[in-house]
């Protein structure tokens, strides 16, 4: 089992920046992909930002030159960092960690970019 803490999210005027966290704890030990992932009320949940371990980035479209996702490898920490924040941004974001036979989802952290 994995457990997964996220952090960071609030409300923020449009333009403003907010940093994400999830960490990783439990059996951690095969995860090789962590990414954020994102609901909006009435859409279905989509791809933000994804790290695969010894590849490139996976970025959304709509968020290319705004987010950036980091790792901490020894701290099996997730970040998300969001520059520039629209308020289509605004939403659920989920943290997800996945194995080579299992992946697993934090409970959600609220971004409301709003003036």
């Known amino acids: 089992q994995v457990q997964l803490v996220e952090s960071g999210g609030g409300l923020v005027q449009p333009g403003g920046s907010l940093r994400l966290s999830c960490a990783a704890s439990?059996?951690?030990?095969?995860?090789?992909?962590m990414g954020w992932y994102r609901q909006a009320p009435g859409n279905q949940r989509e791809l933000v930002a994804i790290d695969n371990y010894g590849g490139w980035p996976n970025y959304a479209d709509s968020v290319k030159g705004r987010f950036t996702i980091s790792r901490d490898s020894a701290k099996n920490t997730v970040y998300l960092q969001m520059n520039n924040l629209k308020p289509e941004d605004t939403a659920v974001y989920y943290c997800n960690v996945r194995g080579v036979d299992f992946s697993y989802w934090g409970k959600g952290t609220q971004v409301t970019v709003s003036s």
């Open positions: 439990g059996t951690t030990f095969g995860i090789y992909e």
